[in-house]
């Protein structure tokens, strides 16, 4: 079975954002994983979970909400 990871980025305008991947997305260009600020493999019971949902229960590490 794939593995999915729930992962928070660092977007463009420096907040971090939610997003799932699949494993297979972690094969690829370096520059792709300097936006990585965390990453969690999703359980079965996680995986029909929305991003939102998993945001509120896994949110963005401290100090990684650079609101300006």
């Known amino acids: 079975m794939d593995e999915y ?3 928070w980025i660092r ?3 420096g ?4 997003q799932i991947w699949a494993a297979d ?3 690829g260009p370096g520059w792709k994983f300097r936006h990585v ?6 359980d079965a019971g996680e ?9 509120k229960l896994f949110p963005a590490p401290s100090g990684q909400d650079d609101r300006t």
């Not at 600020?37 to 999703?42: D, G, N, Q, T």
């Not at 979970?49 to 998993?54: A, E, F, I, N, S």
Request: aromatic share 10%.
């Open 47 to 55: 995986r029909g979970m929305g991003v939102d949902c998993l945001a």
């Open 25 to 27: 997305q972690f094969e």
């Open 15 to 18: 907040r971090p954002k939610p």
């Open 5 to 7: 990871y729930f992962v």
């Open 37 to 42: 600020i965390a990453r969690r493999v999703l």
């Open 11 to 13: 977007g463009l305008d």
